[in-house]
């Protein structure tokens, strides 16, 4: 058996195994008919040597082709992984590429394509509850000084900043959105506009004076249900409205910020 192993990795034919194995029998069948006595005990032996040759045969042969079927099997399992590794790239930047084009790159926030998206199934969902849901609408103060001042690159790090504020008032389910350039969007299920007021916007305005002291916020905020619901465009533009005045209310700063 371990004939036809061998003849598989050294690379030996069958046809070559075969014309090998007639060569010899023909040569012993040979000698056999010199030394056979009786034309019927030359018969019987010959008959013998087919046997066991044709046994011989069947066995190498049997080894060669599982042999042959083992490297089969060996590069399809192969494929299969390199196939299942290649789908489970595949899949993983398919995710990465969904996460791209859902966040804003720079805060790492949702990005107001996919938030208009989802605000109105949001917001469904809250009114076959019969929950409440509230939009706080946050914009940075004199940002365009921020710019002005000290640079985009300075600009950018204040949004950052500001986004990670965000992010480490809001709960799990809440949706954080980069709204505009300077501009921010809470959306709050199951929590009504004083709930919000006490539990997240107080605390995101304690956050920011310990990490931008000089950055100030115009908030607004908009609740909608669990009475009666509106439709978020009007939720949003009812939230703007509130944060322009309350940017309207503060105190004009006549000193530039500081950073």
């Known amino acids: 058996m371990r004939i036809g192993l061998v003849h598989k990795c050294i690379g030996v034919e069958p046809k070559l195994y075969l014309s090998a194995i007639y060569l010899l029998k023909d040569l012993?069948?040979?000698?056999?008919?010199?030394?056979s006595p009786t034309d019927t005990e030359y018969q019987a032996v010959v008959d013998?040597?087919?046997k066991l040759i044709m046994y011989d045969i069947t066995l190498v042969f049997d080894t060669y082709i599982r042999s042959l079927v083992s490297e089969i099997e060996t590069a399809k399992e192969k494929s299969e992984h390199y196939a299942r590794s290649l789908e489970e790239k595949v899949q993983e930047r398919t995710r990465q590429l969904e996460e791209m084009s859902h966040t804003d790159p720079l805060t790492g926030l949702l990005n107001v394509r996919h938030f208009?998206?989802?605000?109105?199934?949001?917001l469904y969902s809250a009114q076959r509850r019969s929950e409440p849901v509230t939009l706080i609408y946050?914009?940075?103060?004199?940002?365009?000084?921020?710019n002005d001042m000290y640079g985009h690159q300075r600009g950018d790090e204040v949004l950052r900043l500001v986004a990670n504020a965000i992010k480490s008032v809001a709960r799990a389910e809440d949706i954080t959105v980069r709204y505009g350039g300077d501009e921010f969007c809470m959306l709050l299920s199951n929590l009504r506009a004083e709930q919000a007021q006490e539990l997240i916007?107080?605390?995101l305005e304690h956050t920011m004076t310990k990490t931008l002291e000089h950055v100030s916020l115009s908030i607004g905020i908009a609740q909608?249900?669990?009475e009666a619901y509106i439709d978020a465009f009007t939720l949003i533009n009812l939230a703007d409205k509130n944060m322009y005045s309350t940017k309207a209310s503060h105190k004009t700063d006549k000193q530039e910020p500081k950073l």
């Open 201 to 203: 916007i107080s605390r």
């Open 48 to 50: 013998s040597l087919d």
């Open 116 to 122: 208009e998206n989802i605000i109105t199934t949001a």
């Open 138 to 146: 946050i914009d940075i103060d004199d940002f365009k000084t921020i």
């Open 28 to 35: 012993i069948q040979k000698l056999l008919r010199k030394l």
């Open 224 to 226: 909608t249900g669990p």
